[in-house]
């Protein structure tokens, strides 16, 4: 009978021996392999954090002890250690988060799944057990890539001030987040790995000396005083311990004694203990290991022996912007690039290739990552700064207040936009039209086909005395949709032939081919039907207002929050522009959505051709209704 499937929580490890629980381990490694190759998931991060995670369990009580995960894609062997063992369902409806949910267990804690974040939260329930006298233990495990972002360090800086407020704090060092970690603290943490560490030099010195008549034990007294600068000679974890924290390791990952050893003395420590684990991203499984871009941090269904895909969808709207962006590369010397640790994902990689002095990875710090931008303009060069939309909302202030304010041509590339689906509620980007809203001078570009990516980033590019912003959907980009003419800087996608069409329907970005069937669908009710799609949502067109006096309704349709979304802004430019004609907005409701697929979350929140087209048909009869019935009153009037 396999270990894996008499694991029903943390406590059943402690029945198990070592030569056991290193059994459970490569029993895990198979189970995950076998898991996530038939759904989609993070493999290579949690292959990586085996060992780690049952030592994590055997030493500490969840959930009782809180067990911390930052980003939590790597929280798969948690959850089968914690009693969730049915992963058919990985990621869809239904089925296990890919990250930790609280309303999945209550072993889960965190569920943001925003990179850097863990520490301020440990720090917060640290401090709510020292108020309320509990001797639980907090531990926070947080990779070497989230150590590039700049909250982790604000919050380092506030844990360190308690000496004796107990908090464990595990690095897990695999030397990447998406890819491999750049930056100053990943030469630190390569240091650390690459040599001998101060505790054992001095024990091996000790012992020499100790040997050493008459001067032998001053001289290891005069050592070991000599203590930081020595210690940062030989192995500089001193810039950890400068900031009042205890240093422990580098601790091999994958080695259960070592780790059980090195938490139970963190746990024992009283104060914050930093343990320095080095861990191997998608270990034993070959096909990661060989995969140099990211390991398999995250994949589709794969074949579990090769690691191959098993579909090819074809072309994505990640890959388009990338080949466009190399083409811009070659056409234009000023034009650089800027990713927050993932470029790869948004589709820099080729142009890196190509063009590896103009190309800066910033770690996991977007509000860095946008400052840095407003200097590369201010200096000269026009960045492009891709990055997903849901993570952009990490650097509003530095939009509006950096970049925005000095009018610095910056164009930020938003992935990912709107309903993502599987990853779950922080990963939609379903805020960016709403909070880009009140930058001042911002331009924003929802491109509707790749043609149209195309063209709005060189439009975007062009501008260079405000930020541009260009958002685009997760996953295959569809046939190209053609415009039948424009009308100012809008594309008229469809036109009802007739005089006084009854619906203007203003489609935002991917969104069009389904506002067409919305049209189509109208057609047979006898509601004609205007489609455009207005490409630059902000500022809206002069041009609409004008376009909208023309119909008895307009609608708007869009992947993003209704609440301060484009048909907000559409609504307040009509009102502006003294147009009396009642407006619709269709959106994603103010509420996070649950993962499923990217079809099911729109159907569940009513965001169809069908679910639309009926509520407009309604609009419609109702608008009929109220005329004649104005009309009926009139005659009335004139009788009397």
């Not at 292959?47 to 369990?57: D, N």
Request: with cysteine; charged share 25%; glycine share 10%.
């Amino acid at each position: 009978m396999p270990l894996l499937t008499r694991i029903r929580g943390p406590r059943d490890l402690d029945r198990l021996n070592l030569e056991e629980l290193n059994q459970l381990a490569e029993e895990i490694r198979s189970f995950l392999v076998e898991a996530v190759s038939k759904t989609g998931g993070h493999l290579g991060p949690n292959l990586g954090v085996v060992e780690l995670t049952i030592a994590l369990h055997r030493v500490f009580d969840s959930p009782r002890d809180k067990v911390l995960w930052d980003t939590g894609h790597q929280s798969y062997v948690h959850k089968l250690l914690t009693g969730r063992q049915d992963f058919s369902k990985l990621k869809m409806k239904g089925g296990l988060s890919g990250y930790p949910s609280q309303a999945e267990s209550e072993h889960d804690v965190i569920e943001n799944s925003h990179a850097s974040t863990v520490l301020g939260w440990a720090d917060g329930i640290a401090k709510a057990n020292q108020i309320l006298e509990r001797d639980d233990h907090v531990v926070a495990v947080i990779g070497d890539g989230a150590l590039t972002g700049g909250m982790a360090w604000e919050a380092l800086n506030n844990i360190a001030d308690a000496k004796d407020r107990p908090l464990v704090i595990v690095v897990n060092d695999n030397e990447r987040s998406y890819a491999p970690t750049i930056g100053g603290l990943a030469n630190h943490l390569a240091t650390l790995r690459t040599t001998d560490g101060y505790e054992r030099f001095l024990a091996r010195t000790k012992e020499v000396l100790e040997r050493t008549p008459v001067v032998g034990q001053a001289l290891y007294d005069t050592l070991h005083g000599a203590k930081k600068g020595l210690k940062d000679f030989i192995a500089p974890q001193g810039m950890f311990e400068d900031l009042g924290l205890k240093y422990v390791g580098p601790i091999d990952g994958h080695d259960l004694e070592a780790l059980e050893s090195a938490l139970a003395k963190a746990k024992r420590f009283g104060g914050p203990v930093i343990v320095h684990c080095l861990t191997e991203k998608g270990r034993g499984y070959q096909p990661a290991l060989q995969d140099e871009a990211d390991r398999f941090h995250a994949v589709g269904k794969i074949h579990p022996d090769t690691g191959l895909p098993i579909a090819s969808s074809g072309a994505d709207w990640t890959s388009v912007f990338g080949e466009e962006m190399v083409k811009l590369g070659e056409e234009r010397e000023d034009i650089v690039a800027i990713t927050a640790a993932m470029l790869q994902p948004v589709g820099l990689d080729k142009f890196a290739k190509r063009f590896p002095k103009r190309v800066y990875d910033v770690g996991i710090a977007e509000q860095h990552g946008a400052v840095s931008a407003a200097g590369l303009a201010t200096g000269g060069v026009h960045p492009v700064f891709a990055v997903y939309a849901t993570f952009l909302n990490r650097a509003f202030d530095q939009v509006l207040m950096d970049v925005a304010l000095h009018k610095c041509g910056v164009t930020f590339v938003l992935d990912r936009a709107g309903v993502t689906g599987t990853d779950g509620a922080s990963h939609n980007g379903m805020w960016d039209m709403s909070i880009l809203q009140v930058v001042p001078g911002l331009r924003l570009a929802a491109p509707r086909d790749a043609d149209q990516v195309r063209a709005q980033l060189r439009e975007a590019v062009a501008v260079d005395d405000a930020p541009t912003v260009v958002r685009f959907s997760k996953g295959a980009v569809g046939p190209a949709v053609p415009a039948l003419r424009r009308v100012g800087g809008m594309d008229v996608l469809r036109e009802p032939g007739t005089d006084r069409p009854d619906v203007l329907l203003v489609s935002v970005g991917a969104l069009a081919p389904m506002c067409l069937e919305i049209a189509a669908l109208l057609d047979k009710q006898g509601i004609s039907t205007t489609v455009v799609d207005p490409r630059w949502v902000k500022p809206v067109d002069e041009a609409l207002a004008p376009l909208a006096e023309q119909h008895r309704v307009v609608v708007t349709v869009e992947d993003n929050s209704r609440v301060g979304g484009v048909g907000s802004a559409v609504a307040q430019a009509l009102r502006d522009a003294g147009v009396d004609v009642p407006l619709r907005d269709f959106g994603i409701p103010p509420r996070f959505l649950d993962h499923a697929s990217r079809a099911e979350v729109l159907a569940e929140i009513g965001l169809t051709a069908p679910d639309i087209a009926r509520q407009v048909t309604g609009l419609v009869a109702k608008l009929d209704g109220r005329y004649e019935r104005s009309a009926a009153d009139a005659v009335d009037a004139a009788r009397d």
